[in-house]
């Protein structure tokens, strides 16, 4: 993270100056950034520049740590332990303990709070979105030749009105569902339609998951020799509505004479009935193992339409949940602390890796911290895009990945959680409770007494940090979402 809290009042203030005499934050089209056309020779000297790499980002949606096979877990997911392999675990990989906000920081490198998109997450009747002043990965890759940026699941990030969509937050392409908890089968949130491929309502039939699949595959297929793309895949996988493909739910167990669960959930009984007991498999666990299981083979096939096109080796590929799992929901964040909606250890510690086979090191293991305001930056310097004129909060941890074994330095840095939660090197504050989580991963010791003096020094930043970073609390507005959630240009 940056220096942030050492930062003059004064520089902001520049920098709000700035930013605003820029006209928003449209300074580059892609159009204007044609990525380089490459050198042809009929000499043996190299006849093409080398290409940067092609980006993806596949997210999930409430997994947990121990929702992977790789932590253990019964739930299989062989192609997402396959590539954790064979690229870099990132065994200490943060994120925010929510849909909405974690997108922000994973998409802008700032932290939710200065969005106003802190806390809560985008419900169907809220107005708010992702301002369109701030500046998208996507929008900064553009200047860097990636002409072709989508965006194929869930957005999440605003949609009472035409700006806050994927088309106008810097992607170029977007299939999928514009708010959360659709349902897998029927698309459908609130008695309304919620699948789209640009700003079009979409009818596509299947399971959300699978199409979703497809899509990618289909973007990846169609892919330029001459200019590298960037894929954000946020799957909708596994958060609720618990629906399943009775092939998948088999492999838990399933029996189709045994009655389904009975969902407990109001919210989710008043947001998808009646269709809500499309794909319910006998218990939740098994419903959800299922759900990840066909994300999972999702993934795979992604993957090997990379290898089919023999791009593999050239496309960096990241994979992370959201958040952590909400356990009455089926998911399982054992043996980490807490749940999705907490800024203990099980609501932000998430499952997560990278592989990139020609930029960086294979087979390995990182425990250094990686947050997701970091992803940003990061690509962006292995990018080779050295420059980042506005405000993040995330620093490039590329310099680490290089080196993943490395035991990491000793770091005065912070890493602001949530209003009640901050992290100093291996110190962590939530909740009024101070936890040394190099050594006590699951949170179970509390060292305020003991710490005094580590303790007040954090809930200082704490409080020095909030008042920064949470600037930008905005009214609870709501809206009546339209037909087929269509976006409201007005
Ligand atoms: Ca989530």
Same mark, same amino acid.
């Given at each position: 993270m940056q220096n942030y809290l050492k930062k003059h009042l004064s520089l902001w203030v520049l920098f709000v100056i700035a930013f605003y005499a820029c006209d928003g934050k449209k300074t580059t089209s892609a159009s204007d950034n044609q990525p380089k056309a490459p050198v042809n020779s009929l000499t043996d000297t190299p006849s093409k520049t080398p290409q940067k790499p092609n980006i993806i980002i596949m997210l999930a949606d409430d997994l947990g740590w121990n929702d992977v096979g790789y932590h253990g877990s019964k739930i299989r997911t062989p192609h997402i332990d396959k590539l954790t392999k064979q690229g870099i675990e990132l065994d200490r990989f943060y994120a925010y303990f929510s849909c909405t906000p974690s997108r922000v920081g994973l998409l802008t490198g700032r932290y939710p709070g200065r969005t106003g998109l802190s806390g809560k997450v985008i419900v169907p009747n809220r107005k708010d979105g992702l301002p369109p002043e701030e500046i998208l990965l996507p929008e900064i890759l553009a200047e860097e030749g990636y002409t072709k940026r989508a965006c194929i699941g869930k957005? *999440?990030? &605003? *949609?009472?009105? @035409?700006?806050?969509h994927p088309l106008n937050q810097g992607f170029t392409y977007f299939y999928g569902h514009y708010g959360g908890q659709v349902n897998y089968f029927t698309h459908r949130r609130r008695q309304e339609l919620d699948w789209h491929r640009n700003y079009e309502t979409c009818y596509d039939k299947g399971y959300a998951t699978t199409l979703l699949t497809n899509e990618a595959v289909k973007f990846i297929n169609e892919s330029s020799d001459d200019a590298p793309f960037f894929l954000y895949l946020p799957f909708n996988a596994p958060h609720t509505p618990l629906q399943a493909e009775e092939k998948y739910l088999k492999l838990y167990?399933? /029996?189709?004479n045994e009655p389904p669960f009975s969902e407990t959930d109001p919210s989710a009984k008043m947001d998808t009935m009646p269709d809500i007991k499309l794909g319910q498999g006998n218990t939740k666990r098994q419903t959800y193992s299922a759900m990840v299981t066909a994300m999972d083979a999702g993934i795979g096939q992604i993957l090997q339409a990379l290898e089919d096109k023999n791009i593999a080796d050239n496309t960096l590929i990241m994979f992370m949940s959201d958040n952590g799992a909400y356990p009455k929901s089926g998911g399982s964040n054992r043996p980490l602390r807490g749940h999705k909606g907490q800024p203990l250890e099980g609501g932000v510690r998430l499952p997560a890796c990278i592989r990139w086979n020609e930029g960086l090191p294979q087979n390995a293991k990182m425990e250094k911290f990686f947050t997701y305001v970091d992803v940003l930056p990061t690509i962006l310097d292995m990018v &080779?895009? =050295? /420059? @980042?004129a506005h405000q993040i909060d995330g620093k490039s941890v590329y310099a680490d990945l290089k080196t993943p074994s490395t035991k990491a330095k000793k770091s005065d840095e912070f890493e602001y959680i949530s209003k009640n939660s901050i992290r100093q090197g291996r110190w962590k504050l939530v909740n009024g409770e101070l936890f040394d989580i190099q050594i006590d991963p699951y949170e179970a010791t509390n060292l305020k007494k003991r710490k005094k003096q580590i303790y007040n020094r954090l809930k200082k930043q704490l409080k020095i940090a909030k008042a920064e970073i949470?600037?930008? =609390?905005?009214?609870d507005l709501s809206f009546e979402i339209q037909k087929e959630w269509k976006m409201p240009s007005d």
């Open positions: 957005w *999440h990030l &605003g *949609h009472s009105n @035409i700006k806050f167990g399933y /029996d189709p &080779g895009r =050295k /420059d @980042i949470e600037t930008n =609390k905005k009214a």
